[in-house]
């Protein structure tokens, strides 16, 4: 708990909030953070219920309430997020994902597409854009924007796989175990890179 919560102050010194957290908010969002990890999306809304003010703590439980089916609760938890930091592309993305499951498809279209305008290259933007084009019938739309997505997907997972590489000849198989396991879940089953991935990643396992 310790580390998560250095990991937590580490993270929230970069970013800018509307009023600095005090010590017992910064405890409260590590507690969610690490039930969230662990899957336990109805305990990290629990802990995180009474958060008004402080944007990631708001956003993760938004996305909390949305993975445990709350849409009602996890668009209030989006919208008082963006209302206070504007620029949250992660509020702004499940956001889209509530509208579309309320089936505000017009309102979901507009959000992802103001989303890419900002990060062409997001993945799960990409990803969202084509479902939502799919669901529309623009078939061919939806095609183009999985080309994209797939185009950025093998990107990201050769950076993770050179990051891996460089943790693992700097003496932390752990961490670079971390970046495989992330590349992996970018690549399809019959990628070339995902076998190298594969290989890599059981090397390590059996050396450390």
């Known amino acids: 708990m310790k580390r998560l919560i250095f990991t937590c102050l580490s993270f929230l010194s970069l970013v800018s909030c509307t009023k600095t957290p005090n010590a017992q908010t910064i405890q409260l969002y590590a507690r ?10 109805l305990e990290t809304a629990e802990i995180l219920n009474r958060e008004k003010n402080f944007p990631p703590a708001l956003i993760l439980r938004a996305k909390a309430e949305y993975f445990s089916g709350d849409f009602k609760n996890a668009e209030k938890s989006c919208r008082r997020a963006i209302k206070l930091r504007p620029s949250s592309f992660e509020a702004k993305l499940f956001l889209a994902r509530i509208l579309r499951e309320k089936d505000d498809i017009s309102g979901a279209v507009r ?3 103001s989303l890419l305008t900002d990060d062409p290259q997001d993945i799960r933007a990409l990803r969202l854009a084509a479902e939502l084009a799919n669901e529309t019938g623009k078939y061919d739309e939806a095609a183009a924007l999985l080309d994209r997505a797939a185009e950025f997907s093998q990107e990201s997972a050769m950076v993770l796989l050179d990051r891996a590489r460089l943790r693992w000849a700097a003496g932390k198989g752990q961490e670079a175990l971390e970046d495989l396991s992330r590349a992996k879940t970018m690549l399809p089953r019959d990628s070339l890179l995902l076998r190298t991935i594969s290989n890599l990643e059981k090397t390590i396992r059996e050396l450390i």
């Open 32 to 41: 969610a953070s690490q039930a969230y990890a662990e899957g336990r999306f």
């Open 111 to 113: 959000l992802t597409e």
